[in-house]
C-alpha cells in the first residue's frame, strides 16, 4: 500500500528565506506528484504536477523536483513571502483513475 | 476556462438527519470527479470517484453514498448522519483518461451534533 510522508509537519522561517519541503513515498510506482497549497478553511490550490517520467517542473518562485527510484519529491520556494504562509501537501497518483494518495501536509508560517 | 462549485460552502447537521452536498464542474466534459474528506487531525480520505454518469466507485465503506445525474454533477449523500461524519468535504475533478492534474473546489464543512 503506498504510504505518503511529509517532513517538517511544520516550518516558520523570516521573510526572504528559501523554503524547502520534502515528501516521500513508499512505492516507485506512481503516475505522477502533485503538489498543493491549501489556506485555512479552504480548498486546494494545486501548484505543481510533475509526470513520473519528469524529474522537475517549474513556476515562478517554486520549484519541484522528482526521483522516482528513490520514493522523493521537494517543493523549493525562493525568497518566501508572508503570503506563502499555508499548509502544502503532496500527493501520488496511484493508478489511471487519478486516483490521489496524500500526505499529511507541512504547515509553513512565514514571519514578516 | 473551468470552474468546480461545491454546495453548501458550511453546514450543521443533527444526528440522524440526511445529508446532500453538491458539486458542479464547468467548462470541460466527461470529467473525472471525486469526493475527499479531511477530518481534524487526519489527512485527506479519497471517498468515492466517477468516471462517468451512473458509474461511482467507493473506496471507504461507510455511512456515505454519492451519484453522479448529470455529466458534470456529482451529489454525496447520507441517510441518517453519525457524529463521525463530520469533517471537510471536497469535491475534485480531472481530464477524463488522462493521468494528469485534479482540481478541488472550496470545500463544504460539515459539523454533525
Known amino acids: 500500500k503506498q504510504e505518503v510522508t511529509q517532513i517538517p509537519a511544520a516550518l516558520s522561517v523570516p521573510e526572504g528565506e528559501n523554503l524547502v519541503l520534502n515528501c516521500s513515498f513508499t512505492d516507485s510506482a506512481i503516475y505522477n506528484l502533485q503538489w498543493f497549497r491549501q489556506d485555512p478553511g479552504k480548498g486546494l490550490t494545486s501548484l505543481l504536477l510533475?509526470?513520473?517520467?519528469?524529474r522537475e517542473q517549474t513556476s515562478g518562485r517554486l520549484n519541484a523536483s522528482l526521483d522516482k527510484s528513490s520514493g522523493r519529491s521537494t517543493l523549493y520556494i525562493a525568497a518566501s513571502q508572508p503570503g506563502d504562509s499555508a499548509t502544502y501537501l503532496c500527493?501520488?497518483?496511484?493508478?489511471?483513475?487519478?486516483?490521489?494518495?496524500f500526505g499529511a501536509g507541512t504547515q509553513v508560517v512565514v514571519t514578516p | 476556462s473551468q470552474t468546480i462549485h461545491q454546495w453548501p460552502a458550511t453546514l450543521v447537521q443533527p444526528v440522524g438527519s440526511p445529508l446532500s452536498l453538491e458539486c458542479t464542474v464547468e467548462g470541460t466534459s466527461n470529467p473525472n470527479l471525486y469526493w475527499y474528506r479531511q477530518a481534524a487531525g487526519r489527512g485527506l480520505q479519497l471517498l468515492f470517484y466517477?468516471?462517468?454518469?451512473?458509474?461511482i466507485s467507493s473506496e471507504v465503506p461507510q455511512n456515505l453514498s454519492a451519484s453522479r445525474p448529470q455529466d458534470r454533477q456529482f451529489i454525496l449523500s447520507s441517510k441518517k448522519l453519525l457524529l463521525s461524519d463530520s469533517g471537510f468535504y471536497l469535491c475534485?475533478?480531472?481530464?477524463?483518461?488522462?493521468?494528469?492534474?485534479?482540481?478541488f473546489g472550496e470545500g463544504s464543512r460539515l459539523t454533525v451534533l
Open positions: 510533475i509526470q513520473s517520467s519528469q
Open positions: 475534485a475533478w480531472s481530464v477524463s483518461q488522462v493521468t494528469g492534474e485534479l482540481f
Open positions: 466517477s468516471v462517468g454518469i451512473g458509474q
Open positions: 500527493a501520488v497518483t496511484t493508478d489511471s483513475w487519478g486516483k490521489l494518495q
